[in-house]
Every structure is written in C-alpha cells, then in structure tokens.
C-alpha cells in the first residue's frame, strides 16, 4: 500500500510559476513509476508528466518545456515544477504511482491560473 499526499496548489497569476510536492510512504518508492495527471472541469484526467525508476521522463506535448517532473528517492517525494503557467494549466492535478499492477493516487490539489 501507497499513500499519496500532494500539497503546493493555489492560485497563481498567468506567467507564474509554482511547485506541486507528492509525500509517498512506503519503501520501494524508487521503484515506482511516478507521475502527474490533472483533470479540469468537464474534461477526462490526462497524463501531465512522468518519471521512471531510471530518471526517463515524459510530458504531454502542452507542457513541455514549461514543466519539469523530478524524483527525490531519498525523501520519497516527486515535484512537478510549473513554469510560464497559463489559464489552461487550471485543474485539479493528482500524484499517480505505478507498478506492475498496482496503481495509487493523491487525493488531488487545486491549481487556478489567474488574473
């Protein structure tokens, strides 16, 4: 069993930036495929980043560039770093851990881009 707790939402103006924290328990963090979905309203989850055991990471085509995923195994923590934030970067985003056929979630954090 995993538990997921992501904290550093809130609302930020366009142009801004903000870090996402996701707290993981367990011991075999390192071994997880970590990532970040958000789902805004109306719309279907979708994948944001992610990050292997082996530091490969990927991004949706909308972020990249702007956001950076990254794991600290040590403190069994994976942060979603935001850049440059738009009004379309407003969901709910929720940290994903997966391995094999095991598949965890945060309870989700709201980010609100802004004016």
């Known amino acids: 069993q995993v538990v997921l707790v992501e904290s550093g939402g809130g609302l930020v103006q366009p142009g801004g930036s903000m870090r996402l924290s996701c707290a993981a328990s367990?011991?075999?963090?390192?071994?997880?495929?970590m990532g970040w979905y958000r789902q805004a309203p109306g719309k279907q989850r979708e994948l944001v980043a992610r990050?292997?055991?082996?530091?490969?990471?990927n991004y949706v085509d909308s972020v990249k560039g702007r956001f950076t995923i990254s794991r600290d195994n040590a403190n069994n923590t994976v942060y979603l770093q935001m850049n440059s934030l738009k009004p379309e970067d407003t969901a709910v985003y929720y940290c994903?851990?997966?391995?094999?056929?095991?598949?965890?979630w945060g309870q989700g954090t709201q980010v609100t881009v802004s004016s």
């Open positions: 994903n851990a997966a391995l094999s056929v095991y598949n965890y």
């Open positions: 367990g011991s075999i963090f390192s071994t997880y495929v």
């Open positions: 990050i292997r055991s082996t530091g490969i990471t």
